[in-house]
């Protein structure tokens, strides 16, 4: 049976022993023939052509070159011992060098003024000189010069893989004698409409291409009929799990909005809620109302305005009956969140609570007994939320702000709070790229708060080198002479790096010189005590200091809409989101606000565009496109624990339109056949049930 071939043990390939088995499957988790087939190349290199020693330059990553190897001598002795080999195309000479086995090495390659041999490596820059260090080489033969495939692959492999002669081309040499066995042997997994609608070729052929590109034509249809495999299944699979959690659990109703609701959003709103609050809003109103539990993302900038919008679900909840709790990541956030909401809410005679780690052993008591009688409507917190002592009589709604700070594991716990699951608002700061949120919450309701409340102006973004400190420095004073306050920000990456907290010191002696009494300074970094850091904090909120210097503590902590003026020291040091999210700790009031990033004149390509991006754009979405195309998407935030991130061939910084056609199409397929029960998708329903069985549930947030 053909499915058969895809599940047949690694050994049974020829070239591959047991010693090599072994070592597959430790190494790279490879047990099977289907396992080898989808440990795709990570690149190509194109072995027709032929690079001139003279022509070598730091921008090439591999060149192939073609002549003698003229000299050879073993330098060094021990440890540093090395066998170096001058080779010679008569347009220039480099040195071939090999620093492990360099002694068997020196054995087997010896100068032959007369044989050609054809090198192939990546140029290093060593003493102003280029040298190749352990090249592959080869003696000029038929199969060098015409090469059946042009483009040859290039695999990852480890250590322990090469000594084993499991590198590189090892490796390709093992696909290569597996490719030539494919024949009417790889099921197809998908539809054949879905198929020609994306004109995608067979499985089979992509197999076979992703590895012996017989041209770049070939390898592009390849590479596009694997990525959409990948994007589709994990579309199906994220879209059957919300389909199925929207059939099986049940959720709350609530059904009316009340007097909480109503009494607050007549009498007691502060201001005029913009159109997107609005909207969001009544997208989670509509939501809680409809008998299934909701498990929605909202997504909104800083200062855009998530909190009320949770609060007002909140009054909801309450109206029909039901607590809700708020968690943040932080204890000073967390305490924001309090504040600002039971202050709020203080004419409507709502019980608020706050539970974080530093909470006293008998406050907690009695906060949990209130929970438990009901007494407690609404409860604020730090994870300190998830300890198993804290037991509400009935939660309806669960508020995570900031998600991303939050594991799966964390979340999965508020499920196990009561026998019906609350409805649950993640609330995310950070923009993520649409195509990521598609993946990382692809089983989610999500909305956008995309509307800054009204009045405020956009954050002007400068940059600025080193030594123009003493004008910012004088332009910090202008603000101060109108009653702003500013904030001054050290990259704190490791709060024990010595030498950060050099820099942080060091700035902050050169403001407290630049700035003496009556001006006040606060200074909060992570080396200080909870209270220490909390006092300094206060100072700042309360406008008895005029500049705040910290580290990134403050990156989501405090509210003070009087600041004005956000300098971030030493910026290039800073990825793009966590720069965005600091300047969004200005522009919170009516006056128009500035951010200053300071750096000096060594800035690489990556630091320029981070600068320049920041000075063209407030907009968090655009930002956090650039990010990923700068960090890739494992790097950003949220994507480290999810496991969603594991893509064997697709990219989602590059991939977008693939992602949304395989999106688009999962969703018309479960539509017309949700479970998969039709003949025409029986491969499709096949593949789908042998996938991932080991699989942890990631996308079960709640
Ligand atoms: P986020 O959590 O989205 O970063 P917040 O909820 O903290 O933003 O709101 C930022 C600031 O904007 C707060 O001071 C809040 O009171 C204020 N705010 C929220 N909504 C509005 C609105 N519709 N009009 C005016 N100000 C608003
Ligand atoms: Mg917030």
């Known amino acids: 049976m053909s499915g058969s071939f895809l599940q047949t043990p690694i050994e049974y390939l ?14 790279l988790h490879i047990f099977n023939y289907g396992d080898l087939l989808t440990f795709y190349p990570f690149r190509y290199v194109d072995r027709t052509k032929f690079y001139k020693i003279k022509e070598i330059n730091a921008d090439l990553p591999y060149v192939q070159l073609r002549g003698k190897i003229v000299h050879t001598e073993m330098v060094g002795v021990k440890r540093s011992q090395r066998f170096v080999a001058r080779f010679t195309d008569g347009t220039g000479t480099l040195e071939l060098v090999w620093f492990q086995g360099a002694k068997w090495i020196g054995e087997k390659i010896k100068p032959h003024a007369s044989n050609e041999c054809v090198v192939f490596g990546k140029p290093a820059l060593f003493n102003g000189k280029f040298n190749i260090p352990h090249p592959e080489i080869d003696p000029v033969s038929e199969e060098n010069t015409v090469l059946a495939s042009a483009l040859q692959a290039v695999y990852n492999s480890t250590e322990k893989l090469k000594v084993r002669s499991l590198d590189t081309k090892g490796i390709a040499r093992i696909q290569k004698t597996l490719v030539l066995q494919i024949k009417n042997n790889i099921p197809e997994i998908l539809s054949k409409d879905i ?10 052929e992509a197999f076979k291409q992703i590895h012996l590109p017989k041209s770049p034509e070939d390898l592009r249809r390849a ?18 799990q919300k389909g199925l959690r929207e059939k099986t659990v049940r959720g709350n109703v609530f059904s009316k909005v009340g007097d909480y609701f109503n009494n607050f959003f007549t009498k007691h709103l502060p201001f005029e809620l913009t159109g997107a609050q609005k909207r969001v809003i009544k997208e989670i109103r509509l939501d809680m109302g409809s008998g299934k539990q909701m498990n929605r993302l909202v997504q909104g900038d ?26 943040a990541p932080t204890e000073i956030l967390a305490t924001q969140h309090y504040e600002t909401i039971s202050q709020l809410l203080k004419p409507l005679n709502v019980n608020v609570g706050l539970l974080t780690g530093s909470k006293k052993a008998k406050a907690r008591r009695i906060l949990h007994e209130q929970l438990q009688n009901g007494e407690m409507h609404i409860l604020i917190g730090t994870h300190a939320l998830l300890e198993d002592a804290v037991q509400f009589k009935n939660i309806g709604l669960v508020v995570i ?23 649950v608002l993640i609330m995310s700061a950070t923009p993520i790229p649409r195509t990521l949120a598609m993946t ?24 600025r080198f080193d030594e123009n400190r003493m004008r910012v420095f004088g332009f910090m004073k202008e603000q101060i002479e109108v009653g702003r306050q500013i904030y001054v920000v050290y990259p704190l990456i490791k709060e024990s790096e010595k030498m950060d907290f050099k820099d942080l010191m060091d700035g902050y002696e050169s403001i407290a010189r630049a700035f003496p009494p009556p001006y006040q300074i606060s200074i909060v970094h992570g080396q200080m005590k909870a209270d220490a850091k909390e006092f300094e904090m206060q100072r700042f909120v309360k406008g008895e200091t005029q500049i705040m210097v910290a580290t990134t503590v403050i990156e989501v902590g405090v509210n003070v809409p009087n600041a004005s003026v956000m300098v971030i020291e030493s910026a290039e040091r800073f990825g793009l989101s966590q720069l965005h999210q600091l300047r969004g700790r200005v522009g919170r009031g009516a006056e128009q606000s500035y951010c200053i990033l300071m750096t000096s004149h060594k800035l690489g390509a ?4 981070r600068m320049e991006t920041m000075c063209r754009t407030n907009d968090g979405f655009e930002i956090a496109d650039v990010d990923m195309k700068l960090r890739g998407p494992g790097d950003m935030a949220g994507t480290q ?5 594991d893509l064997n061939i697709a990219d989602l910084a590059k991939d977008s339109q693939i992602l949304h056609a395989a999106r688009n199409m999962v969703i018309e397929l479960l539509s017309e056949d949700p479970e998969l029960a039709k003949t025409e998708n029986s491969n499709i329903a096949y593949h789908f049930s042998m996938m991932g069985r080991n699989n942890t549930n990631w996308s079960r947030i709640s």
């Open 14 to 27: 020829k070239g591959v022993g047991p010693q090599k088995a072994e070592l597959l499957k430790k190494e």
């Open 401 to 423: 702000d900031e998600q991303h700070r939050f594991g799966v594991a964390q979340r999965a716990k508020m499920w196990t709070k009561n026998t019906i699951a609350p409805h």
């Open 223 to 240: 590479e596009l009929r694997l990525k959409f495999d990948e994007l589709f299944f994990i579309q199906l699979k994220l879209l059957k």
């Open 606 to 609: 990556d630091g320029k565009l």
């Open 641 to 645: 624990q999810s496991g969603v991130l």
């Open 195 to 204: 198929m020609d609608k994306f004109q995608l070729i067979s499985r089979e």
């Open 440 to 463: 990382l919450y692809g089983d989610l309701d999500v909305s956008v708060i995309d509307e800054m409340p009204p009045g405020r102006k956009p954050i002007q973004t400068v940059h």
């Open 302 to 327: 800083v200062g855009s305005g998530k909190t009320l919008v949770a609060l007002m679900n909140m009054l909801i909840a309450l109206d029909n009956g039901f607590q809700s709790c708020l968690m």
